[in-house]
């Protein structure tokens, strides 16, 4: 069984600050693929980024990192600088390549709110 | 168009009425998925089709939801008989391809909202 953790429900931060989402995965899989996506309030899933299990090299894209530590199955998000653009609910994301599916299995999500 | 197009945006229906969702994936995506999202939650895996083949429908809550996707293109949802518990937004995505060791990012429509009164 796969399971997806987002421990923060909501988070408020003032413009400029940084911030961190923080997301816990369970699979049994030795091979898998994490996701962030965003949801804006017009409801459409954006996709941010796709890593896979063996690819622990930490990334950065603008003002988006991501930090994955298969030792402690986590995979946490932070925005630098943040703007109000920001303001979206994240989720957490994972997919395993057994089975017939390749479906995407959510966290809860988190709903960041960046205050002007 | 570029992304994936669902219609309608917004569904409202009386208990017990049928409603038919469309989902219009990204020309060539092979692999299509229907999700269902209920308020303030992660979307749920429904069902997933690679081209006209349902591979998966192990996510449908009930009998009384059905996929199709005959052509391999446009795929419609019906649920029958709704049900209250089946407010949510539905959400369809489409990938480029399906292979074993890679994962394609999904991506997603704007969702169609139903409610049932």
């Known amino acids: 069984a796969q399971k997806v953790t987002q421990a923060q429900t909501e988070i408020s931060v003032v413009e400029k600050e940084d911030v961190t989402l923080d997301c816990v995965y369970e699979?049994?899989?030795?091979?898998?693929?994490l996701f962030w996506y965003k949801q804006p309030p017009s409801g459409e899933l954006v996709f941010l980024i796709r890593r896979n299990s063996f690819d622990e090299q930490n990334e950065i894209s603008g003002r988006y990192s991501w930090n994955f530590q298969k030792s402690t199955s986590s995979f946490n998000f932070t925005i630098t600088a943040s703007q109000v653009v920001d303001s979206a609910v994240y989720f957490c994301a994972l997919s395993s390549p057994s089975g017939s599916a390749r479906q995407l299995t959510f966290g809860s999500g988190t709903q960041l709110t960046v205050l002007p | 168009g570029a992304g994936v197009s669902q219609s309608p945006r917004y569904k409202v229906a009386k208990r017990g009425q049928d409603v038919a969702l469309r989902c219009d994936p990204i020309s060539g995506h092979v692999s299509l998925f229907w999700y269902q999202q209920a308020l303030g939650q992660g979307p749920e895996f429904l069902t997933y089709?690679?081209?006209?083949?349902?591979?998966?429908k192990s996510g449908l809550p009930s009998d009384r939801f059905f996929a199709e996707r005959p052509e391999g293109s446009v795929s419609t949802l019906k649920i029958q008989r709704t049900q209250q518990e089946d407010s949510a937004v539905y959400l369809c995505?489409?990938?480029?391809?399906?292979?074993?060791?890679?994962?394609?990012?999904?991506?997603f429509g704007d969702g169609t909202r139903l409610s049932i009164l």
């Open positions: 699979t049994r899989d030795t091979t898998y693929y």
């Open positions: 995505a489409s990938s480029s391809r399906q292979a074993i060791s890679s994962n394609q990012p999904q991506h």
């Open positions: 089709f690679q081209n006209e083949a349902q591979l998966d």
